[in-house]
């Protein structure tokens, strides 16, 4: 059994701070831990009214020197910030699109080895224009790709998709697309809808569709 015994802060900025944190063990033996303290995330995979291509970014990450492909995802902006306000802002920003309803996917813990940062992972019905409004030099310079969803395995396995965020959200995806009503209602809940009594026949904006089809395909 441990115990954490204190914990003091080493470096804050507005992403993440970094505390060392001292427990102790049953024995009574005592051990440090550097820990990364984070407000949480989501990511969002918006998935085309076809069930067949969902939309993806390629964007520079700068811890690996390259571009990855990636479901939109972003921080939860404050402590305790509604999952569900951050994605709708998330997608909104990152592609420019806003949705009529969001399916929870489920959660998961992105590297505990070294920080508490805790993810929800949605998917995106109903697709509608909005305003792009990126927050960063590497979103900018992002680009949107559709990707189908019978090559994301492939792809996966090639290494062109490595992003864990996004092969736990596209691997959800195919667990939804392919369970039946009851089993899709109690696995994949309803997270948030503008309006949850036609949530049956959510569809693309026309705009939408035909934005989608321009796009370069992975």
Known sequence: MFQKISEVELYRNSVISLVKALFS????????????????????????????SVLLLSQFR????????EVPAGKRDVANEPPQIAAIRELEEEMGLRCSALIKLGEFD????????????????????????PQSIEEVESSI?????????????????????????????????????????????????????TFGTLADSDEVAFWSHSLPRL
């Open 25 to 52: 063990t049953h024995d009574g033996s005592v051990f440090e831990r550097d820990v990364v303290r984070h407000l949480g995330a989501v990511s969002i995979v918006p998935l085309l009214e076809d069930n067949k």
């Open 62 to 69: 700068a811890s690996l020197g390259r571009n990855l492909i």
């Open 110 to 133: 992105n590297s505990p080895g070294f920080t508490d940062e805790h993810s929800f992972s949605y998917l995106a019905r109903g697709l509608t224009l909005g305003q792009m409004a």
């Open 145 to 197: 790709i559709s990707v189908e969803l019978s090559k994301v395995q492939g792809l996966i396995s090639d290494g062109i998709i490595s992003d864990a965020k996004t092969i736990i959200g596209l691997s959800r995806v195919a667990g939804y697309l392919s369970s039946g009503p009851q089993e899709r209602d109690m696995l994949y809940p309803i997270a948030w809808s503008s309006n949850k009594s």
